[in-house]
């Protein structure tokens, strides 16, 4: 093979002279969300308002749709949609590595609300997302809050009130039953105020089995700047989410998926005792409020300091069925989660010129588990009935 390629080779540069030669090619350009659908600075690779129009799903919830398109970052979403997740661990992979345990992968504003396991996991659409930081790899102290970052952080930007009046408002169909409807209001300048709500929702039924998910956003937000060393900003977002979950495939089930594909948890109660794979035992719904907000004071040209309060309430449940090798043993977990979160984050920064400056900070936060073993109920199934 190796010989025939060679011959070939060689019959062409006999038919153009000796020598073969091709030009570099040479591509440069500046990164810029105008032109492009990201921009990279060290660590850290933004998403603008472009990246955000052009890669979100169809949902428009989900930040991790559109931050799948970076190198080493690996999304798998069980929906078409890519609204849905399989439970309660975040469906996403940065550097091969995967969240585990209490962390939450992502911030609004640079505040750490994310609480997983529970609700509250997509409360911004992303018509409210002015840009999206994917933090990997070394991530700078005043973004390194919550409870993990082992695996890395998306930063959530909220798209701030505008300054003309005006409105958007979208409406979505598709197959299974899908549908979105969106709408934002802002109100211009009223003085040294602006304003802007939004609410949207959504409905879908699962691609394959019984059961649909549903979700609804409503976000209000306000921006004061009484003078050009002061500005404010105060959030309130809300989120309603309740939806079944996929049924896992076993890995002899993936490696047929000729005949699999289509599985998934029962549309009717089961007879038997001990079957716990029906739908309306397998599902997830959540109520989560959050209030943030971020004040800047210029005390003078040179002295910055910034605080940034936030809060937010999460109470909801999940059912899970639980299967053991010993069917006697399987079981449908009720989990009940009702939890808070509170904290700030204060910073004090310095600048001592074009190529010197310092900052200090502080961070306060304080939340309740996501729910200890107590607040679990297993039931046992007896005649197609849960029995506790």
């Known amino acids: 093979m190796k010989k025939a390629l060679f011959a070939a080779l060689a019959a062409t540069a006999a038919l153009w002279g000796d020598t073969l030669s091709i030009e570099h090619i040479v591509v440069s350009d500046r990164m810029s969300d105008e032109g492009y659908l990201n921009e990279r600075n060290g660590s850290v690779e933004r998403f603008g308002a472009k990246s955000i129009a052009t890669l979100s799903s169809q949902a428009k919830m989900n930040p991790f749709h559109i931050t799948q398109y970076s190198p080493s970052v690996n999304f798998t979403p069980v929906d078409a949609a890519g609204s849905n997740e399989p439970s309660y661990h975040d469906p996403i992979r940065i550097r091969g590595k995967s969240q585990s345990g209490p962390g939450g992968v992502y911030m609004i504003d640079s505040m750490p609300i994310s609480s997983n396991p529970g609700g509250g996991k997509q409360m911004l659409d992303m018509e409210n997302v002015s840009g999206i930081d994917l933090l990997k790899g070394y991530i700078t102290p005043e973004r390194n809050l919550g409870f993990s970052s082992l695996i890395g952080k998306v930063d959530l930007q909220v798209l701030r009130p505008k300054n003309q009046i005006g409105a958007a408002l979208s409406q979505a169909f598709g197959s299974d039953g899908f549908k979105r409807s969106f709408v934002r209001l802002d109100s211009g300048e009223l003085g040294d105020v ?51 979950n996929y049924a896992s495939l076993t890995y002899a089930e993936v490696r047929d998926l000729g005949r ?99 900052s200090a900070g502080y961070w306060y936060h304080k939340q309740l588990p996501p729910g200890p073993p107590t607040d679990r109920r297993k039931y046992k199934v007896v005649g197609g009935e849960l029995v506790f």
Do not use: C, M
């Open 194 to 244: 602006r304003l802007f709500g939004s609410f949207s929702y959504l409905f879908s039924d699962l691609t394959k089995g019984s059961g649909d998910l549903q979700r609804t956003n409503g976000n209000i937000g306000l921006s004061y700047t009484p003078s050009s060393s002061f500005d404010a900003t105060l959030y309130l977002l809300s989120n309603r989410d309740a939806h079944h």
């Open 260 to 358: 699999y594909a289509d599985k998934s948890f029962a549309a009717t109660k089961p007879l038997g005792d001990n079957d716990v794979n029906y739908y309306d035992w397998n599902r997830q719904k959540f109520d989560a409020t959050a209030l943030i907000s971020t004040l800047r004071w210029h005390i003078t040209p040179d002295d910055l300091v910034t605080l940034k309060p936030y809060y937010k309430q999460d109470k909801g449940e999940y059912w899970n069925a639980q299967s053991d090798a010993n069917a006697s043993k399987n079981r449908v977990i009720n989990w009940k989660i009702d939890h808070d979160l509170y904290g700030v984050v204060a910073e004090y920064a310095h600048s001592f010129g074009d190529a010197l400056s310092a």
